[in-house]
């Protein structure tokens, strides 16, 4: 798994020199366009940079959790432990992987096919949901107050600081996944860092932190672990 | 009281005048949760002499403090109410696990109370503090799965649905109320049918709080599957040999090993080694396709299934494209006696119809589908038996009229072929004719059909039957189980003993030697005389008094706080190092560290006694009886005529002497503080639970001594 890690950084050296270049350590925060010009860096200024719309500062994760829909028994253990040590209450709605949403009928509901379609009333497949870390994640884009950051505590996972959360929500409508959830009760939003807590105590192995690549890669290599 | 574990709100739903209200939990609090609220409000509230079917009947769907708090096993609802399928018409709690209790919890609730009856179907839709009542119009005369699907497409898809079939709708006596495709709870389906309410349905975005912090709910999560948890029903021993094993037994539900799959999974998975500890490998420990369905149900296995919560995955998920010929889904998913519940229906035996084996498959997972979309109860597997006495001594050709009896499709039966089913339910829960009175339950279709003594007591040489009290429910782990512990824990309840704690000890796996010193450390018992080994007993003693006793109280524990009983208590463990002794403080450990409270298992283990107590005193009360060793605790003849040729208590038999067993329920009684003739809790014993006012109730009654 390191040997792995080593050769995706490697491969994305560019990103990081330029990361440490804008005065950010790689593990940085968001650091947006407004700070990019401040720092001189605005693209019309700074050629040889990367053009801006790819240069969304978002250190890139080392990990990324997957969940093997074969193997999910819809047990919703993960929720709970993940409640358990990012919330300190049982809350499946904040959970960060989401199996409970699917159990019936899969992600999309029940539609007319139920009988034969996805879910406990269909042919019995779970679709565990889980966050993509992405590249440019669409949560930290949206956040109009800069929440949303990669968190070298976290390896550079997608993280909600609490603190500067307004509760907007945008960043749950922006996710084409909508993982991203405001919690009812603080009204704050939370989101998946990927500390592998639910992957540690799955009782049938069915989840699993990877070291990360873009999503469009992983779901082509893990066919059956996306919802 | 704090708001940790309970979320200190009951919902009260009247019907008749559709009004919805709050309770606050914490008068109950004495009574934990679950089966304690249950009983408690129907002792309070439900006037002796109502009947089952009688709208002052209420039914509550209650969970305890842990549900939802994501302790192993813990998403058991538990639901009271009267019962019909007894003469007396008893209260009794019926159970199911699935996604439901859990649901309830987040949505804020601990127990819902279901009162009074619509004047028209409804379902029940509660979206967190938002309740409503809709019209069931569009789906009453539907099975359970398509008003799920219907109700899921309003109420949401994650809400989770609890729904009665066409069997509660005509309030045939032995029906379910049920969530998701297999959870169903038998017994009370007819109530909610004759309430009018086809469905609750539950949405929840809230939360459980806890008084622990995360950290220390890890910690023990963590020992309790390291250390403590076996497979299904808690076996702790493997079913094959295995490397890290040093027992194992053939009837071990511990069936994980390698070159056994999940075969219709896609890719195939395989269960392969599941070491005691193994916390990854916990949900591949039971097999129960195999288990349930015999070794050609491999290759059509999907994967195990089961509740919130749980590590054991105990119904096996089938996918077998032959059922689409009898015009039912491809797909079914259940266990135990979800399956072989409809198999005792096929009394003339079943023959292999599209390939060798699969008439061990085939009537079980047809069955359960039918069953579980009308929403049929099998009364805990009698509705074949008493399908079996009525068909074999002619009385069927009396009974029903000579058109009815032609147009039942006996050559099928006879041929062992599963069809037949298909037949059979739809005629029960649909209530067609003289025939669907085999719905009414073994109580009241003897009745109704006469049944001689044979059907009761057994034939001559005492075989064939299991029927356990003629009150018309079945043995559950009784006789068989234990000898005298089982038998007397048979007979406490009003319906099948749902109690799982002797026999998931005696079921281990572990030989007897072992279970000795297990049972000899849980400090209500204190003895290894308590346990004989099987089919070898040893007459009645204190330590099997204790033993039946705490059987019952945990039972009733788990029922309230809520958890499963199919696996709790924690009593023997997997591990070696332990010398194989589980741990039977950790319910306590788990209720301080979500409540905040400060309960030793000793005081827990007195609140469910007081519950216990309390169902003892309605039950004497409802069936107005001054001596409960007769009118309720009768055990049916077979149990002590079996096996003509030999004595009670010599080795080879499970069967038991009369005087002995009168010894028994005496040395239980007086462990009970019950009144040792009779029965009957006394004074001073309700006293002792600060159930004055029972006391009072039943002194006015005429029934104290």
């Avoid at chain 2, 045939?172 to 017994?187: E, K, P």
């Avoid at chain 2, 939360?207 to 995360?214: D, H, P």
């Avoid at chain 2, 572990?510 to 018992?525: F, G, M, S």
């Avoid at chain 2, 001596?627 to 030999?646: A, L, Q, S, Y």
Wanted: aromatic share 8%; net charge negative; with cysteine.
């Amino acid at each position: 798994m390191e040997q792995e890690k080593k050769r995706f950084f490697e491969n994305e050296q560019t990103r990081r020199d330029f990361l440490k270049f804008s005065g950010k350590s790689v593990g940085g925060a968001i650091v947006s366009l407004s700070v990019l010009n401040l720092i001189g860096c605005a693209p019309e200024e700074e050629a040889s940079a990367p053009p801006v719309e790819t240069a969304v500062a978002f250190a890139l994760p080392q990990g990324m959790l997957v969940a093997d829909k074969a193997k999910c028994t819809g047990c919703q253990r993960c929720e709970s432990i993940c409640n358990a040590l990012h919330d300190g209450k049982m809350q499946p709605y904040t959970a960060r992987v989401r199996v409970a949403e699917n159990y019936n009928y899969g992600p999309d509901g029940p539609k007319i096919n139920w009988a034969n379609a996805d879910g406990n009333f269909g042919n019995k497949m779970m679709n565990p949901e889980t966050c993509k870390q992405c590249r440019e994640p669409f949560c930290g884009n949206a956040c109009p107050v800069d929440a949303i950051s990669a968190d070298p505590a976290w390896n550079n996972a997608r993280v909600v600081d609490t603190e500067k959360c307004v509760g907007c929500g945008v960043c749950a409508e922006a996710c084409p996944w909508h993982m991203p959830r405001l919690d009812p009760e603080t009204g704050k939003s939370s989101k998946c860092v990927s500390c592998g807590a639910c992957a540690t105590y799955c009782p049938t192995d069915a989840l699993k932190v990877i070291p990360w690549e873009d999503i469009k890669t992983a779901m082509r290599r893990y066919k059956r672990n996306f919802a | 009281m704090s708001n940790y574990g309970w979320t200190g709100k009951i919902l009260r739903v009247n019907l008749s005048n559709e009004s919805v209200s709050i309770d606050d939990t914490s008068k109950y609090k004495e009574y934990i949760g679950g089966m304690g609220i249950g009983y408690k409000i129907m002792a309070d509230e439900v006037p002796v002499g109502t009947k089952a079917y009688d709208p002052e009947n209420k039914l509550v769907f209650a969970a305890g403090p842990l549900t939802g708090a994501g302790i192993p096993m813990s998403s058991r609802t538990n639901i009271t109410g009267l019962s019909p399928t007894n003469p007396s018409n008893l209260v009794a709690d019926s159970h199911m696990g699935g996604n439901f209790a859990a649901m309830m919890k987040f949505a804020g609730y601990d127990a819902i109370i279901v009162e009074g009856k619509a004047s028209s179907p409804v379902w029940l839709n509660i979206q967190d503090d938002e309740v409503t009542l809709e019209s069931a119009n569009n789906v009453w005369g539907t099975g359970i799965y398509n008003t799920t699907a219907v109700i899921n497409s309003i109420a949401g898809k994650e809400a989770s649905v609890a729904a009665i079939g066409q069997a509660g709708e005509n309030m045939v006596n032995l029906s379910v109320i049920m969530n998701g495709t297999s959870h169903s709870a038998g017994g009370h389906g007819g109530v909610m049918g004759s309430k009018n309410l086809k469905a609750i349905a539950i949405k929840g975005t809230g939360s459980v709080e806890m008084a622990g912090t995360g950290k220390e709910w890890e910690e023990l999560n963590k020992y309790m599957l390291e250390e403590l948890v076996g497979a299904n029903n808690n076996h702790v021993v493997p079913s094959t040999p295995q490397p890290w094993a040093e027992y194992h037994n053939e009837r071990s539900r511990w069936t994980a090993r390698e070159d056994l799959y999940w075969g219709a999974a896609e890719p195939p998975i395989e269960t392969g080694i599941c070491a005691a500890g193994d916390i990854n490998r916990i949900g591949y420990r039971t097999d129960k396709a195999i288990f349930d369905l015999g070794p050609l149900a491999e290759k059509y296995t999907v994967r195990m299934g089961g509740c919130q919560s749980c590590p054991i995955r105990c119904h096996s998920q089938i996918k077998m494209p032959q059922l689409k010929e009898y015009g039912v889904s491809e797909y079914a998913e259940n266990t135990c006696v979800g399956y072989s519940g409809p198999n005792g229906v096929m009394i003339k035996g079943s023959k292999d119809q599209f390939e060798e084996g699969d008439a061990r498959i085939l009537p079980r997972v047809l069955g359960s589908q039918l069953t579980d979309d009308y929403g049929v109860w099998c009364n805990y597997g009698m509705i074949g038996d008493d399908f079996k006495y009525a068909y074999n001594n002619g009385i069927l050709k009396e009974v029903l009229p000579a058109d009815e009896y032609n147009s039942i499709p006996w050559d099928l039966l006879e041929a062992g072929d599963p069809a037949f089913l298909v037949d059979f339910y739809r005629r029960i829960a649909l209530k067609e004719g003289e025939f669907s009175k085999l719905g009414m339950g073994t109580y009241w279709v003897a009745k109704e059909w006469n049944y001689g003594d044979d059907f009761w007591d057994g034939a001559e040489d005492g075989t064939g039957s299991k029927i356990w009290s003629r009150l018309g429910f079945p043995r559950h782990h009784s006789s068989e189980t234990a000898g005298q512990v089982g038998a007397t824990l048979n007979c406490m309840f009003n319906r099948d003993a749902q109690c799982h704690t002797h026999v998931n000890l005696t079921g281990s796996g572990l030989p007897i030697e072992v279970q000795k010193k297990v049972i000899a450390d849980v400090y209500a018992i204190g003895s290894e005389d308590a346990l004989d080994a099987p089919n070898d007993y040893t007459p009645a003693n204190e330590a099997k008094a204790k033993f039946a006793k705490w059987s019952i109280i945990r039972n009733v524990l788990h029922d309230s706080l809520t958890l499963c009983n199919w696996m709790w208590p924690m009593t023997a463990s997997p591990l070696k190092e332990r010398n194989y002794i589980g741990d039977t403080a950790i319910e306590a450990k788990f209720m301080n560290l979500v409540t905040g409270e400060d309960y030793t298992e000793e005081e827990l283990d007195f609140a469910a006694e007081r519950i216990f107590q309390l169902h003892r005193a309605l039950t004497t009360m409802q069936m107005g009886s001054k001596n409960m060793r007769e009118d309720h605790d009768d055990i049916c003849g077979w149990v002590f005529d079996k096996d003509p040729d030999v004595e009670a208590f010599t080795a080879g038999t499970n069967k038991l002497d009369r005087d002995d067993m009168k010894l028994a329920m005496t040395m239980f009684y007086k462990e009970m503080g019950w009144d040792e003739e009779t029965g009957i809790p006394t004074q001073a014993t309700l006293d002792k639970f600060g159930l004055n006012d029972i006391a009072d109730k039943m002194s006015s009654m005429g029934l104290l001594a």
